[in-house]
């Protein structure tokens, strides 16, 4: 229960000074953004509300952060993450109590599905209400704690600059992931003269584990697997990205010449243009990098969790491979499959002493046979579109992506929506950084691409930001369009607009007999198109027009470089409304219940 009187209200507005001696007396929201301040925070998302009003007007009071007024509290969460994405750093929300709180659950969730190191800030109601149904209360601390690594409910307010130090220490330690710091509203108001840590490794945190750094015994064992391997492959996820390793990567990958196929997760972390990658597997990836990690004999697996759209099924899943799996967290060994030498450590550690101890007498295998066969799958099994159907002038949504990837030369920060365009998006735009794909992978979240891409910009203000969308997932988030406007976010929006929910569509065509159960965005009896355009709704380029931002709507194939080189050359937020056909699958397609080796190519 609440501490009766753990806080007295003030009406005091700026710190107020009290002696060198003992320091300075503060009210607990300008506590809050001192830590945050104290803790490198330059940016906050954060949608006020009545519970979380004095939160905001101390962040009026600070001269080092930027707040960010999104126009939904999980808009604002969406960026943060994307801030967090682009930068390997903290992303930073806040939201107020009841609603507002609850607007953030999708995000928290999203980030615990990914290891996105984000911290939510929530007011709450006075303490002497929690508990009894009070205007705008949640139990918001007891509702996240399945979702995060860790919820606080502040209720001393002597406790608050050590709950935020920990806070940030929680979600960065270790595999990342989403911390809530829920803060009534009397310990907002309260005075008294803080005591902060000097930094987040000062505070204490029982049961908080030090990343673990495996002895040498357990890599040289894994070199010992390498040398007589005759098929052997790197699986590699987002662990590689989210703990900073990926030219320790490199290094080892070189240093054994073996061939390095990355889950979506872990984009960026291997260049894709590499001749040693395999770029990315799973259910909508490469033929090659599917095929080589189901035929392999040693399967390395780094910072990856055996995700189910990696797998297909798992007992088909590597069937003959001795499986090392190195991973930071302990609960994923044995989780989604066998491993034969788990290996708990951080994997920038391994990796260093992996290569290390390639140089104390390693011998390198032969694999000239295996890139041979990997090589024939690569020419035999592209990423399938067909660039020249006769007579047709309509923009394929892949051509699309690729027209963006050439006109940018690849150098641009990329986040995604959800559905077929978030497939495509990685087929046709190639990653050779590490922190330039951004999307909703874990949970899946439509809207996530629009704020995902404003956080982005914001990390990254010199770089290209693209949100590549599609109609159905852009619509979920459009208000932060107004942000965008706003703010002066220079971020771009290339919609691949087919009118329908085209992942689900897919489906039904290929396992519904293309019954559409609701799947249609528009008028069912005038389905928008390139052959249609009287029948498309909404308008998108009206809608951003109301919004102050430039837009153009594209169909005609001649026309798409041109609008692609008009949105990038645009000094401003731009949305170019790429009209495409509904009757495009992504392809290759690995269905529910089948096997990599059984994957679609057609």
Request: hydrophobic share 40%; net charge positive; with cysteine.
């Amino acid at each position: 229960m609440p501490k009766k009187n753990a806080a007295k209200h003030s009406s005091s507005q700026t710190p107020t000074a009290v002696s060198a001696k003992t320091g300075v007396k503060m009210r607990g929201c300008d506590v809050m953004v001192r830590c945050l301040e104290n803790l490198g925070v330059d940016t906050i998302f954060a949608y006020p509300g009545g519970a979380s009003m004095e939160l905001h007007q101390g962040l009026t009071r600070s001269k080092k952060i930027r707040t960010i007024l999104p126009r939904h509290e999980q808009g604002g969460a969406f960026m943060a993450h994307g801030y967090a994405r682009a930068t390997g750093k903290p992303g930073v929300c806040m939201a107020t109590s009841g609603p507002g709180a609850t607007n953030l659950v999708t995000a928290i969730a999203d980030a615990h599905m990914d290891s996105i190191p984000l911290i939510c800030i929530t007011g709450q109601v006075y303490q002497q209400f929690i508990g009894r149904a009070a205007f705008q209360e949640t139990d918001f601390y007891g509702m996240t704690l399945p979702i995060v690594k860790h919820s606080f409910l502040v209720l001393d307010y002597n406790e608050l600059p050590s709950i935020m130090y920990k806070a940030f220490k929680i979600a960065t330690t270790g595999r990342p992931g989403p911390v809530v710091i829920d803060i009534p509203k009397d310990i907002q108001q309260h005075e008294w003269v803080p005591v902060f840590p000097k930094s987040a490794n000062d505070v204490d945190i029982p049961g908080l584990q030090v990343p673990p750094k495996a002895p040498d015994e357990k890599f040289a064992e894994v070199l010992r697997l390498i040398e007589k391997a005759k098929q052997p492959v790197l699986y590699i996820g987002g662990g590689i990205l989210s703990g900073h390793a990926h030219a320790e990567l490199l290094a080892f990958a070189e240093a054994t010449g073996i061939p390095v196929a990355s889950t979506l997760m872990g984009l960026g972390a291997f260049p894709s243009d590499h001749p040693q990658s395999l770029y990315w597997y799973g259910m909508h990836g490469t033929v090659a990098g599917n095929f080589a990690v189901c035929k392999s004999d040693l399967l390395i697996t780094l910072g990856a969790r055996f995700d189910d759209r990696i797998t297909g099924v798992v007992e088909k899943f590597a069937p003959d491979a001795t499986i090392v799996h190195v991973d930071i967290d302990r609960s994923e060994h044995q989780k989604n499959k066998f491993a034969h030498y788990p290996i708990h450590s951080e994997v920038k550690h391994a990796l260093s002493r992996l290569t290390a101890l390639t140089k104390k007498g390693f011998k390198k295998p032969d694999l000239k046979k295996w890139y041979e066969t990997i090589n024939g799958w690569k020419k035999e099994h592209p990423f399938p579109f067909n660039y020249d159907r006769k007579g047709s002038k309509h923009i394929l949504p892949q051509e699309a992506v690729q027209a963006l990837f050439e006109e940018t030369k690849g150098d641009a920060i990329i986040a995604t929506g959800v559905g077929q365009h978030q497939m495509w998006a990685p087929q046709y735009f190639h990653f050779n950084k590490p922190r330039t794909f951004i999307s909703s992978l874990g949970a899946g979240t439509m809207g996530f691409g629009l704020p995902a891409a404003i956080g982005a910009k914001v990390a990254c203000p010199k770089k290209h930001v693209i949100d590549i969308d599609g109609d159905g997932s852009f619509l979920m988030n459009i208000q932060e369009l107004a942000c965008m406007k706003i703010e002066k976010i220079n971020a771009k929006i290339m919609i691949l607009n087919n009118q329908h929910l085209g992942m689900v569509v897919q489906w039904e065509d290929r396992f519904y007999a293309g019954v559409r159960g609701h799947t249609i965005l528009g008028d069912s009896s005038n389905i928008g198109s390139p052959d249609n355009p009287g029948g498309l709704y909404p308008d998108f380029v009206k809608i951003a027009n109301g919004f102050g931002i430039k837009a153009r709507q594209v169909m005609k194939r001649e026309e798409l470089r041109d609008a692609i080189r008009e949105m990038l050359d645009h000094d401003g937020p731009f949305l170019l409304d790429v009209v495409v056909p509904y009757t495009e699958h992504v392809l290759p397609f690995i269905p529910q219940k089948k096997s990599a080796m059984e994957i679609l190519t057609k």
